[in-house]
């Protein structure tokens, strides 16, 4: 099916994507750049040599290459896996989030064209079923443009290819989509029942960057290791991935079921409100 022929059967998934060409494409031309230049800066320089030949890094640095466990940040995987949880690849993210996520709902609220929307044959599960999907659609295209770009320079460096397996990589940017999808359902909920572009943008950035602080702190202060695990970046450990190759699929699976609780939640929530209230 053509992109056209989705366009018209699909319309307000189209016209979401359509409205926001110009962001999403320099999402994607940031998002590969970043990661190639990240991987330039990995095959470049051995790990060792930037931390200092016999250095640990603490444990809080685990959370800056996306590790719960052995991966150091002084290793090809850490440094790779810190280009998956940089703050310039969550600034990213949270962009696509926040923006087409206030797009969903509240943005027509905020500006009183919901009404107008509502009076066409749209109900309003299509009319939040195609913008979800449209926000699906672009967290994926950027977990794929990291995920490409990172694997097309494991493959053609053989230091990189000896200690990631390529196998890691997909697992990474599987991984990437959980905790996108984490995020958007949550995001949708407040979209869905909030009336202002602001609220969403915060919970957005309550979600990703103080998601981000809280790990760190609980990975540096023992007493606050149990917060932890109120953070989505305790399961969304590409370092992890690309180091041992496999997909954590306890962790994806506890990204998956918060996101999709919180997008069941932005179904109800929209159905039983009052749009003109």
């Known amino acids: 099916m053509s992109s056209g022929a989705v366009g018209r059967r699909f319309p307000l998934f189209g016209l979401a994507l359509q409205r926001r060409r110009r962001m999403l494409l320099g999402l994607v031309l940031g998002m590969i750049v970043f990661e190639a230049l990240i991987v330039v800066i990995t095959g470049a320089v051995p790990p060792t040599d930037l931390f200092g030949a016999g250095r640990t890094p603490p444990d809080a640095f685990k959370a800056f290459s996306g590790s719960n466990g052995d991966v150091s940040i002084a290793s090809y995987a850490g440094l790779l896996g810190a280009g998956l949880t940089h703050p310039f690849w969550i600034a ?141 970046f305790h399961y969304y450990t590409p370092g992890d991935a690309l180091a041992h190759g496999a997909v954590p699929w306890d962790s994806l699976a506890v990204l998956s079921a918060v996101g999709l609780t919180g997008l069941a939640a932005a179904f109800v929530l929209l159905e039983r409100r009052d749009l003109a209230a």
């Open 92 to 232: 990213l993210q949270l962009t696509a989030i926040g923006s087409l996520g206030a797009a969903a709902v509240a943005a027509d609220v905020e500006s009183g064209t919901i009404e107008l929307l509502m009076t066409r044959p749209v109900s309003r599960r299509r009319l939040l079923a195609e913008r979800t999907a449209a926000l699906a659609a672009v967290s994926v295209l950027l977990n794929a443009a990291a995920t490409a770009t990172l694997a097309l320079g494991v493959a053609l460096s053989p230091d990189l290819r000896a200690a990631v397996p390529v196998g890691g990589v997909l697992a990474a940017g599987l991984l990437g989509c959980g905790f996108t999808l984490c995020l958007t359902g949550p995001v949708l909920a407040v979209s869905a029942a909030g009336r202002r572009r602001a609220s969403v943008v915060g919970a957005t950035v309550v979600l990703g960057a103080v998601g981000f602080a809280l790990n760190f702190v609980a990975l540096a202060w023992e007493p606050a290791a149990p917060l932890r695990y109120l953070s989505p």
